[in-house]
C-alpha cells in the first residue's frame, strides 16, 4: 500500500508567523507532489507543485522536496486568518497509472489574529 | 474558462431513486476523476477516464456508474443508494498525468 502521512493536528499559529507542514510518503518512486488546501465545506483547490529536489516558492508559499528522505513540506509565511484550512498533500506514485493521485488526511492549520 | 463545473451542488435522495451527477469542463483536459469524501477523510478516487475511456475503477460498487459523453463531459449515475453514501462527491480535470487536478465545487449528497 502507498502511503501518505501528514499530521493531521490542528496546528495552529499566531498571525504573521510562519506556518510549516509536513508530509511523508511511502512510494520511493513517486514523481511528483501536490499542496492542496481546502476550506470547511469548499473543495481542494490546487495551491502548489513540485517535482525536483530543493525548494519552490510561489508568493508567501514555499514548497520543499527531499526525495532521499522521502518528505516533503509546504512553508507558509506571513500566515494570515485567511490561510486557516486544512491542507491536503498528494503524491502521483510510480507505477500503475500515471493518472492517480494519493491524498493524505489533511492538516488542519488555524491561524490566530 | 478555468473552471471545473458541477451540478447540483446539493442532493437529497431516497434509497430507490435514480439521480445523476454532471461535471463539464472546458479547459481541454483530457483526464476527468470522481472522488468522494467523508468528513474530515481525505478525497478518495472513485473513477478516471483517460480520452474518454475508463481508466480507473477503484472496486467501487455498481450503484454507482459513470459515463464520459464526450472529453468536456463526465456524469456518475446514482441508483439504490445507501445512507453511507451520503457525502461531498467531487469531479477534478487535469491536462496531463503530471499536473495536479482542477477539482469543481462537489455535490453534496444526502442518501436518506
Known amino acids: 500500500q502507498k502511503e501518505v502521512e501528514q499530521n493531521s493536528g490542528p496546528l495552529s499559529v499566531p498571525e504573521g508567523a510562519i506556518a510549516s507542514l509536513n508530509c511523508t510518503y511511502s512510494?520511493?518512486?513517486?514523481?511528483?507532489f501536490f499542496w492542496y488546501r481546502q476550506y470547511s465545506g469548499k473543495s481542494p483547490e490546487l495551491i502548489m507543485f513540485i517535482y525536483s529536489n530543493g525548494d519552490k516558492e510561489d508568493g508567501r508559499f514555499t514548497a520543499q522536496l527531499n526525495k532521499a528522505s522521502q518528505y516533503v513540506s509546504l512553508l507558509i509565511r506571513d500566515s494570515q486568518p485567511s490561510d486557516s484550512a486544512t491542507y491536503l498533500c498528494?503524491?502521483?506514485?510510480?507505477?500503475?497509472?500515471?493518472?492517480?493521485?494519493?491524498f493524505g488526511k489533511g492538516t488542519l492549520l488555524t491561524v490566530n489574529p | 474558462d478555468t473552471e471545473v463545473t458541477q451540478t447540483p451542488k446539493h442532493l437529497v435522495m431516497g434509497m430507490t431513486n435514480k439521480k445523476s451527477l454532471k461535471c463539464e469542463q472546458h479547459?481541454?483536459?483530457?483526464?476527468m476523476y470522481w472522488y468522494k469524501q467523508k468528513a474530515k477523510k481525505p478525497p478518495e478516487l472513485m473513477f478516471v477516464?483517460?480520452?474518454?475511456?475508463?481508466?480507473i475503477n477503484e472496486s467501487v460498487p455498481s450503484r454507482f456508474s459513470p459515463e464520459c459523453p464526450n472529453s468536456s463531459l463526465l456524469n456518475l449515475h446514482l441508483h439504490a443508494l445507501q445512507p453511507e453514501d451520503s457525502a461531498l462527491y467531487l469531479c477534478?480535470?487535469?491536462?496531463?498525468?503530471?499536473?495536479?487536478?482542477?477539482f469543481g465545487s462537489g455535490t453534496r449528497l444526502t442518501v436518506v
Open positions: 477534478a480535470s487535469s491536462q496531463r498525468p503530471n499536473y495536479g487536478y482542477t
Open positions: 479547459m481541454g483536459h483530457r483526464a
Open positions: 498528494a503524491v502521483r506514485p510510480s507505477g500503475g497509472s500515471n493518472y492517480k493521485l494519493t
Open positions: 512510494d520511493r518512486g513517486s514523481q511528483s
Open positions: 477516464y483517460s480520452y474518454e475511456k475508463l481508466s
